[in-house]
């Protein structure tokens, strides 16, 4: 056998790549606008007035102008897995899974980790709101999230007119557990799916992540992904418009080295294409914990 058959495993990896509780399934997905794993776009201009009873003419006009960019996807690569007998892999479902299975969820996982840090909002302004909890010592030098935290987010984007079925909240471990706490009876399911959707709260999807980005708790302003944390790091749970965010999926590649004759067998190793942002760094938001 001189090659493997690369469409059955790379339809492998992307075999539910994006499960149905994740975040990045309602973000806008803008992959038809890649080439050549670059993905072209344009900075938009301003919004147009509004005239309302208007008795001046004619009406101004103004031009818009947009800046284009051109933006390449992140590239993500795995470590090399040896895999024996590889020809009977391919024809064993379990068996080929077995391999693919570390490989999909490595790619998957960073993807996420990259897209939450990019999706929270680098600092607090008018429009990316950064609040702190305000509840009760949660035994590990940690204010709490309260109802009453989601409900101050809730206004922040009613006042950037942020529609309400649009809006989502992902929420760090920690205060999933805050709000179980807080209510047993009201928020156990909060992040439970019904019907193929997340539950509502405030006007929020409520959904969770484990690896939200971290934040600098004295200035409010986001730390780099993959920074190392200090004494100064604070988790925190983050917030968005799904007309605000976008991902985009590139080219999957394999990689294999056939019958290596000092391993004794066949070494393969995947790449994958995707890039996920803010639009226009608008209706981002989040709630950070408070250090006691």
């Known amino acids: 056998m001189s090659t493997l058959n690369k469409q059955i495993w790379i339809s492998q990896i992307m075999e539910n790549f994006y499960p149905d509780a994740s975040f990045l399934n309602y973000a806008k997905?803008?992959?038809?606008?890649?080439?050549n794993d670059k993905i072209n776009l344009a900075d938009c201009g301003f919004d147009p007035d509004?005239?309302?009873?208007?008795?001046?003419?004619?009406?101004?006009?103004?031009?818009?102008?947009?800046?284009?960019?051109?933006?390449?996807?992140?590239?993500y690569?795995?470590?090399?897995t040896l895999v024996r007998s590889p020809e009977a892999v391919e024809l064993a479902y379990d068996?080929?899974?077995?391999?693919?299975?570390?490989?999909?969820?490595i790619l998957r996982a960073k993807s996420g980790q990259k897209a939450a840090h990019a999706y929270a909002p680098n600092a607090n302004t008018e429009n990316t709101p950064i609040l702190v909890?305000?509840?009760?010592n949660n035994g590990e030098g940690y204010k709490r999230l309260t109802p009453e935290d989601i409900l101050k987010l809730k206004k922040k984007y009613?006042?950037?007119?942020?529609?309400?079925?649009?809006?989502?909240?992902?929420?760090?471990?920690?205060?999933?557990?805050?709000?179980?706490?807080?209510?047993l009876k009201a928020f156990k399911d909060i992040t439970d799916f019904v019907n193929g959707q997340p539950n509502r709260f405030a006007g929020f999807n409520i959904l969770q992540y484990t690896k939200t980005p971290r934040y600098n708790f004295s200035t409010k302003v986001k730390i780099a992904f993959g920074a190392i944390e200090d004494v100064n790091t604070t988790f925190g749970s983050f917030s968005f418009s799904s007309e605000e965010v976008m991902k985009a999926d590139g080219s999957v590649n394999m990689y294999?080295?056939?019958?290596d004759p000092e391993l004794r067998a066949t070494v393969v190793g995947f790449d994958?294409?995707?890039?996920?942002?803010?639009?226009?760094?608008?209706a981002l938001g989040a709630i950070i914990a408070t250090k006691i």
């Open 95 to 105: 068996k080929l899974e077995s391999v693919i299975y570390g490989h999909r969820n």
């Open 29 to 35: 997905d803008m992959t038809e606008f890649v080439e």
């Open 272 to 282: 994958k294409r995707f890039l996920a942002l803010p639009i226009r760094n608008k």
């Open 256 to 259: 294999e080295r056939i019958n």
């Open 158 to 183: 009613d006042l950037l007119d942020i529609p309400f079925e649009k809006r989502y909240l992902v929420l760090d471990p920690n205060h999933v557990e805050d709000l179980i706490l807080y209510d």
């Open 77 to 80: 690569e795995t470590e090399n």
């Open 133 to 136: 909890t305000t509840g009760e």
């Open 50 to 75: 509004v005239y309302i009873n208007n008795t001046t003419y004619p009406i101004p006009i103004v031009q818009r102008i947009d800046t284009p960019l051109s933006l390449e996807l992140d590239l």
